[in-house]
């Protein structure tokens, strides 16, 4: 419910439809019937935060439980934070519109590393100690889980618990033990060195961290009831796992404003740079069946008239056709709009793009990300330029005209002649569009080609990497612009500024959570948005604080260095990042999971069960 | 293919939902429903769900008019009771019809206004409304370009009664409507703001209903 005093500040902000909640779906409960009160807060605005998936299923999980009741709280617009601080109105959940500081849990996505200031904005609007060590009491939990989790080190003193791996089981697990806890009426250090028992669960705050003279980390030291090594949380098996039969449905439009199924987690491809590619191992599919009853029930009990499948690399799903042949039987005639994102080139069927087409048309989007073969090699990148023109070739007697292309500039190795070869590759589409016969009558083509900065990431091959300083990346971007040769070319440029912050912090450790406090002191929040990014606040915070940001982002690490994340264990093993390493800079690529198992190590984490293995073994009978 | 007109109570929460975000509710609603549309049948078929009037953001009504080309048989009352099952908090279908008139042929809108925060104002206001020039900036369109236009709200409005409970004052209010001449409560707020120098704290706006130029309803 609102409160009067909210009601009378929303004529005063932008889309006050993001502070009311009561949309369709959203789930209220008596605060009195439950025990634990549980914060999901988003830290960016409600409407990237409504986006997310997690908080869908999480939110959905943890309501399905009778003792439990979940709200939605995302990051207040810059307007709508100076009127709740004004008037004194601390942030609250979307739900009851009570304050979330009197919750039990309030739980935190960290889904990239330029939301950490929103984090402590929030925590302050809330009316809580940023810091974990100046929140005292029991409740509320301060815990967080997301991608970033997996080096989430310079948030280290800001969150009592992070959560590595998968949440829906661990979640539970959690609230089953503050429930207890809170019954018990135990210290929080109490709940705090029973919750490192459970598997999954990481207390930043039992380990004790040394460093060197030359900042390096010299030992990470486990206390009390704290594991030497936290391993990630997995779900076994994802068509028993909870899946929700509704969504919430914004009454603000959102940025991905629709259904959405996740059809498989981990990814078979081995991309070099790529964080998610790792982290998510091993590769669990779900069955046909399952996505194509979470599809259904999403869009009837939303109205939805667009379904999404969710993972990385769609067209590596090995069911995509039986799924895809389940899913147009219904959504043809309810006249849903099926789209799947994150199409390899390489697999692209002509057949797969007529039946996506029957339903609607969008854009086509393909990622070589380097221009040369080299330098795809090098990042194991396993496509060749062959096999892009083709698919776009393909598309283009689909009858597409429009073609966006992704790059990264900054990649180890890379030389000028490798980014001299991204226009080149970008112009090598736009001629396959005019010697297509079959080509749409009386249209132009359109190849937008989209250039970031490559920011190594933990846990990926790349993670010893130093990236490129932000003049050599200004440097990079000019360079690929005085090559465009076509005005049928559109670039977009990543913000640099931001791709180092981002870089500092992917592979920071806890010293930054000083230079993160400092920081937003000084008003820094909302940095993912150009319009709000500060970066001078930012530079005068890390040397306010006596700490060189270019020795986290441009610093190349020795192979043999303690990383401020090596206690952390995603599954894959130490030693074949080094492998992969040393293969990437000798140009030798590794085949793909299903061609041939690499041996990373995570199907430990399964048991030894690793959809991969078990398909390329099918495979291989199959053949024989 | 039949068109119906459906009439929708937006209250509370609801408010903050804006004309295009209201469409797509409405879309939504219809599809969740099972009521079976009419799409166009043109090369990208699409349905028709249309408003006639858009209602101001953080505004309350009592009935919003959305024409809906249906197929299928479905009578006006079950269509009715199938929306109202699985609308959102604070929108209510309050009638199924088949629709009569023009959306072109609006004229007026009723509003009631209550002012909070504005004691001893009623006389001022009374006066303000009274006295023929309202003055207020419009943005309004002269070919392509945007540009302010000045109007007098006062031209632009019906009867009214303006009431003093105390609590807050209530000024209920016809104002022009439609395609051709439209004032919104806001402007008229702002145009008396301007006249009498003073501003309510907080203030909650009702539209009554929409009118034809004979004042019978829409």
Redesign the interface.
């Known amino acids: 419910m ?1 409160s009067e005093r909210v009601e ?1 500040i ?2 005063l902000v932008q ?3 993001r502070y ?5 779906n959203s789930v209220v409960k008596n605060a009195s019937d439950v025990d634990i009160r549980y914060a999901f807060c988003f830290p960016d605005t409600y409407e990237v935060g409504m986006s997310h998936l997690g908080i869908k299923i999480l939110y959905s999980l943890v309501n399905a439980r009778e003792d439990a009741w979940c709200e939605r709280v995302f990051a207040p617009w810059v307007d709508m934070e100076e009127q709740m601080r004004k008037n004194n109105i601390l942030l609250y959940g979307l739900e009851s519109g009570d304050p979330i500081r009197d919750f039990d849990l309030i739980g935190f996505t960290l889904q990239y590393e330029m939301s950490y200031s929103n984090v402590l904005n929030m925590l302050d609007l809330a009316g809580l100690p940023v810091r974990s060590k100046d929140r005292k009491d029991l409740t509320p939990v301060v815990i967080a889980g997301g991608p970033c989790v997996c080096n989430a080190e310079p948030m280290a003193d800001f969150f009592d618990i992070m959560l590595p791996g998968e949440g829906e089981e661990v979640t539970n697990d959690l609230i089953d033990l503050l429930k207890e806890h809170k019954a018990k009426g135990s210290t929080k250090q109490e709940f705090l060195l029973e919750a490192a028992k459970i598997k999954g669960v990481y207390v930043p705050s039992l380990y004790d961290i040394e460093y060197n003279e030359d900042n390096t980390v010299k030992a990470i030291k486990p206390l009390g009831t704290a594991p030497e090594k936290v391993e990630k949380r997995i779900i076994s098996d994802l068509d028993k796992v909870y899946f929700p039969e509704k969504f919430i ?1 914004p ?3 959102i940025i991905h ?1 629709r259904a959405v199924a996740e059809i498989f987690r981990g990814c078979i491809r081995g991309c070099r740079f790529c964080q998610a590619g790792y982290i998510y191992r091993p590769i669990r599919e779900k069955q046909a069946d399952t996505v194509n009853r979470d599809c259904k029930n999403i869009c ?6 667009e379904v999404s499948l969710c993972s990385l690399s769609t067209s590596d799903y090995t069911n995509l056709e039986e799924l895809l042949n389940k899913l147009l039987d219904w959504t043809e005639k ?2 849903v709009n099926v789209a799947l994102p994150s199409l390899r080139a390489d697999n692209f069927s002509k057949e797969l793009s007529q039946r996506l087409a029957s339903v ?1 048309r969008s854009g086509l989007t393909f990622a070589p990300e380097a221009g040369t073969q080299r330098m795809r090699d090098v990042i194991n990148k396993n496509i060749t330029e062959e096999e892009i023109l083709s698919a776009a070739r393909k598309a283009f007697d689909g009858g597409w005209t429009s073609v966006k292309l992704y790059f990264m500039l900054g990649l180890p190795t890379e030389t000028d002649e490798d980014i001299v070869a991204v226009a080149q590759l970008a112009q090598k589409v736009v001629d396959e569009f005019y010697r297509n016969p079959n080509k749409p009558k009386g249209k132009s083509v359109s190849v937008s080609i989209s250039v970031a900065p490559f920011v190594p990431k933990p846990f990926t091959p790349f993670q010893w990497e130093a990236q490129n300083s932000k003049e050599e990346l200004l440097r990079k971007q000019q360079l690929v612009i005085s090559s465009l040769t076509s005005r049928k070319i559109s670039l977009t440029r990543h913000n640099t500024d931001m791709s180092f912050l981002e870089g500092v912090f992917a592979r920071g450790d806890r010293r930054l959570s000083d230079v993160i406090e400092t920081a937003w002191r000084k008003g820094c929040k909302l940095d993912g948005w150009e319009e709000c990014l500060r970066l001078d606040d930012w530079m005068s915070s890390f040397e306010d604080c006596g700490i060189s940001p270019e020795f986290y982002a441009n610093r190349e690490r020795a192979l043999d260095e303690i990383l401020p994340w090596d206690h952390l264990d995603y599954g894959v093993t130490k030693s074949h990042l080094v492998r992969e390493y040393n293969k990437a800079h000798s140009n030798e690529t590794t085949p793909h999971c299903r061609e041939k198992c690499a041996g990373c190590g995570a199907n430990k984490l399964n048991g030894g069960e690793c959809d991969a293995l078990r398909e390329s073994a099918a495979c291989k009978k199959g053949q024989s | 293919m039949r068109c119906v007109r459906v009439l929708l109570a937006k209250k509370g929460r609801a408010k903050y939902t804006s004309h295009l975000d209201m469409q797509r509710c409405m879309m939504r609603a219809v599809r969740r429903a099972g009521i079976e549309l009419w799409y166009t049948e043109g090369f990208n078929p699409h349905p028709y769900v249309t408003f006639a009037l858009p209602l101001p953001l953080g505004v309350e009504s009592e009935g919003e008019p959305v024409d809906i080309r249906l197929e299928g048989d479905m009578t006006n009352e079950q269509v009715r009771d199938r929306l109202n099952a699985t609308m959102p908090e604070g929108i209510t279908v309050v009638s199924v019809d088949d629709a009569v008139h023009k959306p072109a042929d609006i004229a007026f809108a009723s509003y009631c206004i209550e002012l909070y925060g504005a004691p001893g104002l009623a006389a001022k206001i009374s006066d303000a409304l009274a006295c023929g020039n309202l003055p207020a900036e419009k943005l309004g369109k002269a070919g392509r370009k945007k540009v302010t236009k000045q109007i007098n709200v006062a031209e632009l409005m019906g009867e009214y009664t303006v009431e003093d409970l105390g609590e807050s004052i209530v000024i209920n209010i016809i104002l022009a409507a439609g395609s051709q001449k439209n004032a919104s409560p806001f402007i008229l707020l702002d145009a008396i703001s301007g006249v009498i120098g003073e501003k309510p704290e907080y203030r909650k706006i009702t539209r009554k209903a929409i009118l034809l130029a004979n004042l019978e309803k829409f």
């Open positions: 609102l009378r929303l004529p889309k006050p439809g009311t909640g009561g949309e369709l449905v009454s603000v439009e404003d009837d009990s939303t109205g939805y008239d309810d006249k609607r």
